[in-house]
Nanobody, 124 residues
Framework: QVQLVESGGGLVQAGGSLRVSCALS????????MGWFRQAPGKEREFVSA????????DYKDSVKGRFIIFRDNAKNTVDLQMNSLKPEDTAVYYC?????????????????WGQGTQVTVSS
C-alpha cells in the first residue's frame, strides 16, 4: 500500500523560509506525478504546486510563484517544497499528493493518494 509521509512543517516569522518534504513508500515513485495542496482553517483544500514524473515540468498556484520551489529526488522517493518569503496567508496544513499513470501535472487535482498533512504557521 502506498503511503505518503510529510515532514518539515513548523512556525516561522513572515519573510522567513521553510521546507516541507514528502516521502513515498510502497510504490514506484518515478511513476507518480507529485504535488502539494494546503488547507487553511475554514477554507477548502487548494492546489499549491505539482511536478511531473521526471521533474521536467512544474506548476504553481499564482500566489506562490516566485516564492515556492518544488523539486523531487527519484532516487530517494521524495518531493520537497521550498517555501521562501512566507506570508501569514500561507498558514495552512500542507498535504502531499500522488497521481499515478499520468504524464501531466494537470491531473494532480484527482490524486490517488494523500499524505496526513503537516502544519505550517507564519506569524506576522
Amino acid at each position: 500500500q502506498v503511503q505518503l509521509v510529510e515532514s518539515g512543517g513548523g512556525l516561522v516569522q513572515a519573510g522567513g523560509s521553510l521546507r516541507v518534504s514528502c516521502a513515498l513508500s510502497g510504490g514506484t515513485f518515478k511513476l507518480y506525478v507529485m504535488g502539494w495542496f494546503r488547507q487553511a482553517p475554514g477554507k477548502e483544500r487548494e492546489f499549491v504546486s505539482a511536478i511531473s514524473r521526471n521533474g521536467g515540468n512544474t506548476d504553481y498556484k499564482d500566489s506562490v510563484k516566485g516564492r515556492f520551489i518544488i523539486f523531487r529526488d527519484n532516487a530517494k522517493n521524495t518531493v520537497d517544497l521550498q517555501m521562501n518569503s512566507l506570508k501569514p496567508e500561507d498558514t495552512a496544513v500542507y498535504y502531499c499528493a500522488a497521481k499515478i499513470g499520468s504524464s501531466t501535472t494537470a491531473t494532480i487535482g484527482t490524486p490517488n493518494f494523500w499524505g496526513q498533512g503537516t502544519q505550517v504557521t507564519v506569524s506576522s
